[in-house]
């Protein structure tokens, strides 16, 4: 793609549709030029559809910024208790990842999504799920690492696929080991894959290849793949993850 500058990966990341949107959002992530996040900040209020990603990149780029930037987009202009339900639901929703609120630590995140991981409701469950394991802290671990019982088998794998996505973070994972040996044994492929999928990481190989002799048919395939090196693709939840 050449030299970039931030204004013209700015440009590109308005084309939402761009083959490069990946790209020019890790440009402007990992970019040192100078006064570059003054200017996303100047542009986010006209930004539309891209303002998600905008909001994404500044996230990553400074975990510890004030978290105004992105919650304000979500507040109605009021205050008092409508205030705060709607400060609360962006937590209970894609946006949270989208927007990068999961990576704000001052945002406190893990705080505010981990009651929704025993909700009642499964598309709470899972939400929650995939927002803590975006949020690289160590302490979204248990919280995730306690989904892997839940009784909706695409819960369970989200949140097997939210460990990987913990690990990839540079979180220590070595907590989750028996809850994803545990579902090497379940009877939905996608679960044994992702379950497989975290087993394969560095730190828990070896129970990996222990647990090969215990398994059915189905899941011995799986976890041989994940010994080579074949496993699960992990979806990306926003444009830029790698």
């Known amino acids: 793609m050449g030299e970039l500058s931030g204004d013209g990966a700015l440009?590109?990341?308005?084309g939402w549709n761009s083959p490069d949107l990946s790209a020019h959002a890790r440009h402007l992530i990992d970019s040192t030029e100078r006064g570059l996040e003054d200017v996303i900040l100047g542009n986010l209020d006209e930004a539309g559809p891209v303002r998600p990603l905008l909001c994404r990149v500044l996230a990553e780029?400074?975990?510890?910024?004030?978290?105004h930037y992105a919650l304000r987009h979500f507040y109605a202009e009021t205050d008092g208790p409508v205030r705060k339900w709607l400060g609360h639901e962006v937590y209970r929703s894609p946006w949270a990842w989208l927007y990068g609120i999961t990576r704000l630590r001052n945002a406190k995140p893990v705080e505010r999504i981990t009651p929704d991981a025993t909700s009642w409701f499964a598309t709470?469950?899972?939400?929650?799920?995939?927002?803590l394991g975006d949020t690289a802290d160590p302490a979204a671990l248990p919280p995730v690492v306690g989904c892997l019982r839940d009784?909706?088998?695409w819960v369970r794998a989200q949140?097997?696929?939210?460990i990987r996505r913990l690990a990839k973070s540079g979180v220590p994972i070595g907590g989750a080991s028996d809850g994803l040996l545990r579902c090497l044994h379940h009877e939905r492929r996608e679960v044994i894959e992702q379950a497989a999928a975290a087993l394969a990481h560095r730190s828990l190989r070896d129970r990996l290849v222990w647990s090969r002799a215990t398994l059915m048919p189905l899941?011995?395939?799986?976890?041989?793949?994940?010994?080579?090196?074949?496993?699960?693709?992990l979806v990306p939840l926003w444009p830029g993850e790698v």
Request: charged residues 25%; aromatic residues 2%; positive net charge.
């Open 151 to 153: 009784q909706r088998w």
């Open 124 to 131: 709470r469950r899972q939400i929650a799920v995939m927002a």
């Open 219 to 233: 899941a011995g395939a799986v976890v041989d793949n994940a010994l080579d090196g074949v496993v699960a693709p």
């Open 11 to 14: 440009a590109g990341i308005r």
């Open 159 to 162: 949140a097997a696929a939210a």
């Open 61 to 67: 780029r400074d975990p510890h910024r004030d978290p």
